[in-house]
């Protein structure tokens, strides 16, 4: 499960302050699990995966599939595994016989045995000496996952799998490390002795978090069937703790539709999570540990920001995701004002159009700004709309200030321009020898006298 940073309020001036919220899922370790119901949304999956084959030719039922590597570590109820079992009747278990690659200790559950993924239960869960223990069930319960052959793919047993192009069990891995994903996928598999009632579910279990989702689509109570028995849940391998959804135990009688269900490690004590902020590369202070929502005050622009967290497996290990956000500090919305200069003679003061604010929107819709002008300071007196054409200054330097507030993030930015007034220039010239005839065609230089500096 990836971690993200949400992207904060927009930082109007170097030292102002936003608050970076990082969604990250803070679990607890694996020693019990808490559920709780989820949207109903159906995996992105986009790998072939692998079909959970079973040959058209061997007519055995309720089965364990081959002994599957898992592509990561996942802890279960305080245990690490790497190998798991995926069953034909809606089950998945890490309890393998440890005759067999990844094997356990008291493990019982064998691959392609007729029968091996036990059908026949009545006890509610959790139940120590239940046989299919040590599993994540979703949804668990007698199904026909048998084919008949060869090679024929509609099946002439009344409760068999009759399309094997929509009617399958795959499990797929899916996103990169540390956040991948594996998914079991149950379509349409047919009730065993129910007609044509079928279930179609999934089960998830997530890399680094070690949290399971069990996603229903569509699961039906065969009641002419060992009394329509089935269960949702997680279980450990002595069957003493057990997580099972309200109503979605063995003998509930149900029905689901569009349902799911998150079972997330909640074991009593600390998180396994911890996060930890980098600002631009660099550590933060420990004070900033866990903080979340976190307060940044950049005042270099831009900064970036780096939220880790760690999680502490059942083994010991450590794995960290994270994520980073660049803030930056906003710069002035519009185009800058201009100095404003004019030629003037005698005493002041002088009337000025200050008006720049075609100028700086330069196209944009000034109804998504706050424009307003100052005399002196961006908090002087406020300069009326009706003066801006002909305001009144000595024009020795002079600061305006404009004020221009973005309605769309709040910030407030300013920026100054100078008023000078200068003087006209006037002087005389002449030219050595003058009048001369307008057809003297030879450049002739003038004589300055009288001239003023400063003109423009």
């Known amino acids: 499960m990836p971690i993200s940073i949400d992207t904060p309020l927009p930082v109007c001036n170097p030292g102002d302050c936003t608050d970076l919220q990082v969604?990250?899922?803070?679990?607890?370790?694996?020693?019990?699990?808490?559920?709780?119901?989820?949207?109903h949304t159906v995996p992105a999956i986009t790998?072939?995966?692998?079909?959970?084959?079973?040959?058209?030719?061997?007519?055995r039922d309720d089965i364990w599939g081959g002994i599957v590597p898992l592509p990561f570590n996942f802890c279960f109820y305080g245990q690490k595994y790497d190998r798991i079992l995926v069953g034909t009747n809606g089950v998945v278990t890490f309890n393998i016989d440890p005759a067999y690659p990844g094997g356990i200790p008291g493990g019982v559950e064998e691959p392609y045995v007729d029968g091996g993924c036990n059908w026949g239960f009545n006890q509610n869960l959790p139940s120590p000496g239940f046989h299919t223990a040590n599993a994540i069930y979703g949804v668990y319960q007698d199904t026909e996952y048998r084919r008949y052959g060869p090679t024929q793919t509609i099946n002439t047993a009344p409760t068999g799998i009759v399309d094997i192009f929509t009617q399958y069990i795959k499990y797929y891995v899916e996103g990169t490390a540390p956040n991948r994903r594996f998914i079991v996928h149950y379509s349409k598999i047919p009730h065993y002795s129910?007609?044509?009632?079928?279930?179609?579910?999934?089960?998830?279990?997530?890399?680094?978090?070690?949290?399971?989702?069990v996603i229903v689509t569509s699961r039906t109570r065969c009641?002419?069937?060992?009394?329509?028995?089935?269960?949702?849940?997680?279980?450990?391998?002595?069957?003493?703790?057990?997580?099972?959804?309200?109503?979605?135990?063995?003998?509930?009688?149900?029905?689901?539709?569009?349902?799911?269900?998150r079972f997330t490690p909640s074991q009593a004590g600390p998180s396994n999570a911890t996060l930890t902020w980098l600002e631009n590369?660099?550590?933060m202070a420990a004070s900033t540990t866990n903080v979340n929502p976190l307060n940044v005050c950049p005042t270099v622009n831009p900064t970036t920001y780096t939220a880790i967290v760690t999680y502490t497996e059942c083994d010991g290990s450590t794995v960290t995701i994270q994520d980073t956000e660049t803030v930056k500090i906003e710069d002035f919305p519009l185009r800058e004002p201009v100095p404003k200069t004019i030629c003037v003679t005698g005493a002041g003061p002088y009337p000025f159009n200050i008006d720049q604010t075609a100028y700086m929107l330069n196209g944009l819709p000034a109804s998504d700004y706050s424009i307003v002008y100052h005399a002196g300071s961006e908090t002087g007196t406020v300069i009326p709309a009706a003066n801006l054409s002909s305001y009144l200054s000595a024009g020795a330097g002079e600061l305006i200030w404009v004020v221009v507030e973005v309605f769309n993030t709040g910030c407030i930015k300013s920026k100054s321009f100078p008023l000078n007034?200068?003087?006209?220039?006037?002087?005389?010239?002449?030219?050595?020898?003058s009048p001369y005839c307008s057809d003297v065609t030879t450049p002739q230089l003038p004589t300055l006298s009288g001239l003023t500096s400063g003109g423009t």
């Not at 009632?197 to 989702?213: A, G, H, L, R």
């Not at 007034?421 to 020898?433: I, W």
Request: proline share 6%.
């Open 421 to 433: 007034a200068v003087s006209t220039p006037s002087g005389t010239f002449s030219y050595t020898g």
């Open 223 to 261: 009641t002419g069937w060992q009394n329509g028995v089935g269960v949702i849940g997680v279980m450990n391998q002595a069957g003493t703790l057990g997580t099972v959804p309200p109503g979605r135990n063995t003998n509930d009688a149900w029905t689901a539709s569009n349902e799911a269900w």
């Open 23 to 39: 969604n990250y899922l803070a679990t607890k370790p694996t020693g019990t699990y808490t559920v709780a119901p989820i949207l």
């Open 194 to 213: 129910c007609g044509g009632d079928s279930q179609t579910s999934y089960i998830v279990m997530y890399e680094t978090t070690n949290v399971i989702d």
């Open 47 to 59: 790998t072939i995966g692998t079909e959970l084959a079973i040959d058209e030719n061997d007519h």
């Open 281 to 283: 590369g660099t550590p």
